[in-house]
Nanobody, 121 residues
Framework: QVQLVESGGGLVQPGGSLRLSCAAS????????MGWYRQAPGKQRELVAH???????NYADSAEGRLTITRDNNKNTVYLQMNNQKPKDTAVYYC???????????????WGQGTRVTDSS
C-alpha cells in the first residue's frame, strides 16, 4: 500500500557532506511524522531525528548539530543533510513515516529498506 524508498547513501570522507532522501509513495492520504534512524555495525537501531508535518523537529544528541532533517510535504519526501561527517556516522540509515492510508484511513508506521553510509577513511 505504502512504500518508502531511501537514496543518497555511499562513501563519504571525514568532514564531508551527504544528503539522504526518502520518498513515500502509494495510497497516501496524509503523512504525519517522518524520521530517520540509523543502525551502526553491532549496535541497535537508534533515532537520529523526527520532523512533523508543520516542520517541527526533534533531534537525538548524536545529531550534534551536524545532521539536519527537512521535508517536502508536496513530494512526500524527507531529507537528512549530513555535514562534517565523522567515522561514528557509519551506519545503515532507515526512513520511517506515520502514514494515513487513503483507502481505509488507517494509520500505519512504515519503514524503508535502508541506505548505507560508510566512512571512507
Amino acid at each position: 500500500q505504502v512504500q518508502l524508498v531511501e537514496s543518497g547513501g555511499g562513501l563519504v570522507q571525514p568532514g564531508g557532506s551527504l544528503r539522504l532522501s526518502c520518498a513515500a509513495s502509494g495510497d497516501i492520504f496524509k503523512i504525519f511524522l517522518m524520521g530517520w534512524y540509523r543502525q551502526a555495525p553491532g549496535k541497535q537501531r537508534e533515532l537520529v531525528a523526527h520532523i512533523l508535518r508543520d516542520g517541527s523537529t526533534n533531534y537525538a544528541d548524536s545529531a550534534e548539530g551536524r545532521l539536519t532533517i527537512t521535508r517536502d510535504n508536496n513530494k512526500n519526501t524527507v531529507y537528512l543533510q549530513m555535514n562534517n561527517q565523522k567515522p561514528k556516522d557509519t551506519a545503515v540509515y532507515y526512513c520511517n513515516a506515520q502514514v494515513v492510508v487513503k483507502a481505509n484511513c488507517i494509520q500505519l508506521k512504515v519503514w524503508g529498506q535502508g541506505t548505507r553510509v560508510t566512512d571512507s577513511s
